[in-house]
C-alpha cells in the first residue's frame, strides 16, 4: 500500500511563498492522481489542487493564480508551490490519492503540514 507523507510548511508573512512537498512511498507511480486539501480550525476539509498522472490539473477558485501543483515521478513527490500567500491560506496542509480531479478523497490521511500566514 502506498503512502503518502507531507512536508514544507511553516510561518511565512502574508506575500510570502512557501513549496509542499507529497513524497509517496514506495512508488507514486500506481497513483493516477493526487490531491491538495487543507482545513483550518474549525472548518472542513477542502481541496485545494489536484494533478493527474498525464498532468491534468484543477484548482479550488481561491488558489487559482496563485498556488501551483506539480509532480515529479522520478522523485515519487507532488509539489504544491503556493505564492502571495494570505492569511485565510493559514491551514494543515494534507494530500492524498484521488478518484478524479475533482474533491474525491480515497485514501487514509497523514498528520499533514501546518502553514501559517502572518499578516
Known amino acids: 500500500q502506498v503512502q503518502l507523507v507531507e512536508s514544507g510548511g511553516g510561518l511565512v508573512q502574508a506575500g510570502g511563498s512557501l513549496r509542499l512537498s507529497c513524497v509517496a512511498s514506495?512508488?507514486?507511480?500506481?497513483?493516477?492522481?493526487v490531491g491538495w486539501y487543507r482545513q483550518a480550525p474549525g472548518k472542513q476539509r477542502d481541496l485545494v489542487a489536484a494533478?493527474?498522472?498525464?498532468?491534468?490539473?484543477n484548482y479550488a477558485p481561491s488558489v487559482k493564480g496563485r498556488f501551483t501543483i506539480s509532480r515529479d515521478n522520478a522523485k515519487n513527490t507532488v509539489y504544491l508551490q503556493m505564492s502571495s500567500l494570505k492569511p485565510e491560506d493559514t491551514a494543515t496542509y494534507y494530500c492524498n490519492r484521488n478518484l478524479n480531479l475533482g474533491d474525491t478523497p480515497v485514501g487514509s490521511w497523514g498528520q499533514g503540514t501546518q502553514v501559517t500566514v502572518s499578516s
Open positions: 494533478i493527474t498522472s498525464a498532468g491534468y490539473t
Open positions: 514506495p512508488s507514486i507511480f500506481s497513483i493516477n492522481t
